[in-house]
């Protein structure tokens, strides 16, 4: 299903959107485009540089994550079951700038520049305990650990 609602995001829109993910804890700010109990979910994700994402799955044959770039540069990280790197791929404008992650794939992503615009898609209803499945061998969000395990995934891209 191909959308374009990511067409219709203003400056003023990316740039407010900014300052509330600069100003959160998380470091990003998800704008959601669709309603509770909507099969297409789609949102707008404003993540900054040093934003981090638990390694993570989504457990559904229908939850292919359709990651569509619209500012910054970013790479998305697979990995295999035991945590071990298997590769990337670099979103960066006139380069590639849609990726789909298939179900089932553990998979994060940093930051390469100063922050990054996202639009996502993905099928399905979307509910807190069955969306994703945090990978047991990453740190959680807001931990010390998070802080080195970021670093040394984006040590991978400094060499």
Request: zero cysteines; proline letters at 4%; charged letters at 20%.
């Amino acid at each position: 299903m191909l959308n374009t609602d990511f067409l219709l995001l203003s400056e003023h829109q990316i740039l407010d959107n900014l300052k509330i993910a600069k100003s959160s804890q998380k470091r990003r700010y998800p704008k959601l485009m669709h309603s509770a109990g909507d099969e297409f979910n789609r949102v707008f994700n404003f993540i900054m540089h040093d934003s981090y994402m638990q390694p993570h799955l989504h457990p559904g044959e229908e939850k292919i994550e359709k990651i569509h770039l619209i500012r910054g540069k970013l790479a998305v990280i697979f990995f295999d079951d035991l945590g071990n790197h298997k590769s990337s791929t670099i979103l960066e404008a006139g380069g590639t700038e849609l990726i789909e992650v298939p179900a089932y794939t553990w998979h994060t992503y940093i930051m390469l520049s100063e922050y990054a615009v996202t639009y996502e898609t993905m099928m399905g209803i979307y509910a807190p305990d069955t969306w994703k499945k945090f990978a047991s061998w990453a740190p959680q969000e807001g931990t010390l650990e998070s802080i080195v395990f970021l670093d040394s995934l984006k040590s991978i891209f400094n060499s």
